[in-house]
């Protein structure tokens, strides 16, 4: 017997299949129009396909020192994310009978709660004073800030591992170390790969961090790039929108092909 459509569900996906694919239908459409047809109507398909916007956008925000800047933070970010943050949760999720490591479990956690425009401006002093306003500065960031979240949601993974496969590979001759490389984190690979694209989407599409932090215009990201376009008297809108679009592409690539590791994931961390 055919099951019945929800029409009812369906409607709502349809409409929020829309309010996602219409500001991407004005972005694309915006890029590939001239000033002129964009004056006339923003909402109108292009007369013609004006490429020409993305190659003046690569110039104007100098896009492939940008793009190297932001790969290099990126990738380095999630690797040492995964590799600090797992340690620092395996110790707390084996030891969460320890009254120190409970409280530090939930001191992680609180960091949750606190605005970032709290922090802002003390952050910004120290990080001159300690002579981290550079990408390596930023990357440490990067790593301390993620630690909430990913530790909330590694321990709760590790958690629902057996300790009697610890226990096993102990008896084995495993010390602590060899315990957790050999056992636990192969078994971390779909927390790893969660934490790992969230941290990725994080420092890739971060525009204050950087902005407050890196002093030296060399070292821009990719969003700071496209503050060029905006000035004080307008903004070149097909330009920017161009290489919004050249910015964003990277990120929807990997998101579309990883994101069941993304919700599956984190679910498995929340409720386990």
């Known amino acids: 017997m055919a099951k ?36 006339k109507s923003p909402f109108s398909l292009p007369t013609g396909f004006h ?31 995964i590799l600090t943050n797992s340690l620092v949760a395996y110790a707390i999720a084996r030891n969460m009978h320890r009254r120190v490591f409970k409280v530090m479990y939930y ?10 425009p709290i922090i802002m401006l003390p952050l910004v002093k120290q990080v001159s004073l300690f002579g981290m306003d550079n990408p390596g500065g930023l990357i ?9 979240l990913n530790i909330f949601i590694y321990v709760g993974y590790i958690r629902s591992i057996p300790l009697e496969l610890e226990e096993a590979a102990i008896m084995d001759g495993c010390s602590t170390w060899g315990v957790f490389w050999k056992v636990i984190f ?21 525009f ?28 070149d809108y097909n330009l920017a929108f161009a290489s919004y679009l ?6 929807v690539i990997v998101y579309i092909f990883a994101q069941k590791w993304v919700i599956g994931g984190v679910v498995r961390g929340a409720i386990k």
């Open 186 to 206: 192969p078994l971390l690979s779909p927390i790893n790969a969660t934490i790992g694209i969230l941290t990725c989407l994080w420092a890739w599409n971060d």
């Open 208 to 235: 204050l961090l950087p902005l407050i932090i890196l002093s030296d215009p060399a070292d821009s990201t990719l969003p700071l790039a496209q503050y060029i376009f905006q000035s004080e008297f307008g903004a």
């Open 140 to 148: 440490f960031l990067y790593i301390v800030y993620g630690a909430a």
């Open 51 to 81: 490429f020409e916007n993305f190659a003046k956008a690569i110039e104007a925000t100098n896009f492939f020192s940008a793009f190297t800047n932001s790969a290099l933070i990126t990738v380095v970010t999630v690797v040492f994310t």
């Open 107 to 116: 001191y992680f956690v609180s960091a949750l709660f606190i605005p970032f």
């Open 246 to 251: 050249l910015a964003l592409s990277p990120m």
């Open 4 to 39: 019945k459509t929800n029409w009812t569900i369906t409607s709502l996906i349809a409409i929020g299949s829309l309010f996602i694919l219409f500001p991407l239908y004005i972005a694309v459409s915006i890029a590939l129009k001239t000033p002129q047809e964009l004056a």
